[in-house]
């Protein structure tokens, strides 16, 4: 067997076609799969400043890496990467080594901010009361915390490496929990109405795999040591991923499927929601963009810290 596109061994097999390509060419249709997504959604657009959502791992190293490449030679664009540290003992402190090592390889500006600093207890000191999955609060404390210093930073793009497998699962799980005004919200470029509050997401992997992702990385590097939260097996998420795979596995192109139906409905989703949408309050304790009067950290640091 050999690459679809020329006579070298293949490395991969794509998931959604019975293709096979070889190191280089897969490299190339990778690459022309996040620019063609880049400009099919102006997910960047003259002077932004994109502050990159960066955990060490295989996705944001790889979407750092690649937007960085992109823009090469564009002077109006900012780019700078945002760690948070949220505090899990032999876990982040070693992906945040690497990342701080990968930026100052690639000229990117870092900041690093931790849930110690910032709400005054690590998260592996926060499970110690809190008796809940460790996602649910850790994902609200660390949605907060990006998006509060993105802005901070003036930012006017928050960048994060959620691939086609993220994505497919939020919309299952949306769907599972009757969440649809959540599923409004999602897409290559997120919101459904423009807020001052809330920096825009937008993600250039979200037409490509998990398994393209992982290949990807490995193919140039960054895949230093694969590390895997400690409490993510505890996920709602891991659930609803094991079982999209299980799907995939037996009926190839499920996960495909799933998001290329979404980005149709996508437009009635938020067309549905925007009133709705454009009524968010400011939370009566730290001012953060919120949908009730005290937000959902600061719920959590009243009752949990």
């Known amino acids: 067997m050999t690459c679809r596109k020329c006579s070298e061994k293949p490395v991969i097999k794509l998931l959604n076609s019975s293709a096979v390509l070889c190191r280089s060419c897969f490299i190339k249709y990778f690459e022309k799969k996040v620019k063609r997504t880049i ?3 102006k997910l960047i657009e003259k002077n932004d400043h994109i502050v990159f959502a960066a955990s060490g791992g295989k996705d944001s190293t790889t979407l750092i890496y690649l937007i960085k490449k992109i823009l090469n030679s ?3 664009v900012k780019l700078t990467a945002v760690g948070i540290d949220e505090g899990i003992h032999d ?3 070693k992906n945040l080594e690497f990342l701080k090592k990968f930026c100052k390889e690639n000229k990117i500006s870092l900041k690093i901010y931790s849930y110690k600093k910032e709400f005054g207890k690590s ?3 926060i499970l110690k009361k809190y008796k809940g999955i460790p996602c649910s609060i850790c994902g609200v404390l660390r949605r907060y915390l990006l998006n509060k210093k993105a802005r901070e930073l003036h930012a006017t793009k928050l960048a994060t490496g959620h691939n086609l497998d993220d994505e497919s699962q939020s919309i ?3 769907y599972f929990r009757d969440n649809m005004k959540i599923s409004a919200r999602l897409g290559p470029k997120t919101g459904i109405v423009k807020n001052k509050g809330f920096i825009p997401r937008i993600k250039p992997l979200y037409f490509l795999t998990e398994k393209e992702v992982t290949a990807y990385a ?5 895949m230093h040591e694969f590390t895997e939260c400690p409490h993510s097996s505890e996920a709602y998420r891991g659930s609803v991923r094991d079982m999209l795979n299980e799907f995939e596995a037996k009926y190839p192109g499920t996960k495909h499927s799933i998001i290329n139906s979404f980005i149709e409905i996508l437009p009635l989703l938020k067309e549905k ?3 709705e949408d454009s009524e968010i309050k400011s939370c009566t304790i730290c001012e953060e963009p919120c949908a009730q009067s ?3 950290t600061c719920q959590y640091i009243k009752n949990i810290f």
Do not use: P, Q
């Not at 490995?218 to 960054?222: M, R, S």
């Open 74 to 76: 564009r002077k109006d």
């Open 218 to 222: 490995f193919l140039k590097g960054f």
């Open 172 to 174: 299952m799980m949306n």
């Open 39 to 41: 400009s099919g959604y």
């Open 91 to 93: 876990y982040r402190d």
């Open 273 to 275: 929601f925007k009133k």
């Open 123 to 125: 998260l592996d000191e």
């Open 294 to 296: 005290i937000c959902k």
